[in-house]
């Protein structure tokens, strides 16, 4: 089981100590990107509630933001794609797409919050 993991997030190409700090690097970025994105949105729900700004006008000025964000730590559009991130989200992990895998996987994490 491990060396199927393995083979979905890193080419089988490389050394196994490479895809071993593949697949803990894929363990703990996907996690955290899922948080980033709680946080974002966090916050844009205060804006909405505490601020008392239109939903619509709170979203786009949090994706003026974030998109400002994103220019100041990568000035050029565009670039390649990390392998780690493509087999992240390729194939499939107990006869689930990977992108549902991690869709279920954040709405678990965050169910204990929504009671």
């Known amino acids: 089981m491990g060396n199927l993991v393995a083979d979905l997030i890193c080419p089988s190409g490389r050394s196994s100590a490479f895809r071993r700090r593949s697949i803990l690097w894929a363990a703990l ?4 990107v899922f948080v980033l994105a709680g946080f974002v949105g966090l916050i844009n729900v205060l804006v909405i509630t505490r601020l008392n700004v239109h939903p619509i006008i709170a979203t786009l ?4 933001i974030m998109s400002g964000i994103t220019r100041i730590l990568r000035a050029v559009s ?3 794609i990390p392998d780690i991130v493509i087999a992240a989200v390729q194939g499939s992990f107990l006869d689930l797409s990977l992108p549902l895998f991690w869709g279920l996987f954040a709405i678990e994490l965050t169910l204990p919050l929504q009671n």
Request: hydrophobic residues 45%; positive net charge.
């Open 61 to 64: 000025a949090i994706q003026y």
């Open 29 to 32: 970025l996907i996690p955290a």
């Open 78 to 80: 565009g670039g390649k």
